[in-house]
């Protein structure tokens, strides 16, 4: 066997519109009936990839908060693998206004057309954090923690 894992991402590549269709879930149970290791990675928190697809059984790890946390569907243990999200940034992003504030165990997410107000709160409170941008989403996250970080701490699983 020369590869001995599989790592998808979720939305617009095994999902669409949020659904993963029939012949995806028969392809996959496949892949992991021949003996690979599923891995699953997503910009997604856990608790909302658990409403949307119940199939996480499949994978032997998730990769949540585009790369912050590590989530193992057979235990339901979940990782975090930087610090929570600073409760002042919370507070200030409230305070100016921005709604649709989404606090995963390690991210922040928000949508556009936020991001300008997001980058002046990281500014003003002098924080070290960078901003994400994905199909109109706007993530904010540890500097350096992104999927490529969290798939690494995953493969050394």
Not at 50 to 56: G, I, S
Not at 119 to 148: H, T, W, Y
Request: proline share 4%; glycine share 8%; with cysteine.
């Amino acid at each position: 066997m020369r590869y001995l894992a599989f790592c998808t991402d979720y939305d617009g590549t095994i999902a669409q519109h949020g659904r993963v269709d029939a012949p995806t879930l028969s392809a996959l149970e496949e892949l992991r009936a021949s003996g690979r290791k599923l891995i699953l990675v997503t910009g997604r928190e856990t608790a909302d990839l658990l409403k949307v697809f119940d199939r996480l059984d499949l994978f032997e790890l998730v990769v949540a908060e585009n790369g912050a946390t590590l989530y193992r569907p057979a235990t339901k243990e979940e990782r975090p693998l930087v610090d929570p999200p600073s409760e002042k940034l919370l507070d200030e992003l409230r305070r100016r206004g921005v709604d649709r504030l989404s606090v995963g165990r390690c991210i922040v997410a928000t949508w556009q057309p936020h991001e300008k107000v997001v980058l002046e709160c990281i500014r003003d409170l002098g924080l070290e954090l960078q901003v994400i941008f994905n199909k109109g989403a706007v993530m904010v996250l540890p500097s350096g923690m992104n999927k490529a970080a969290g798939l690494t701490a995953a493969l050394k699983e």
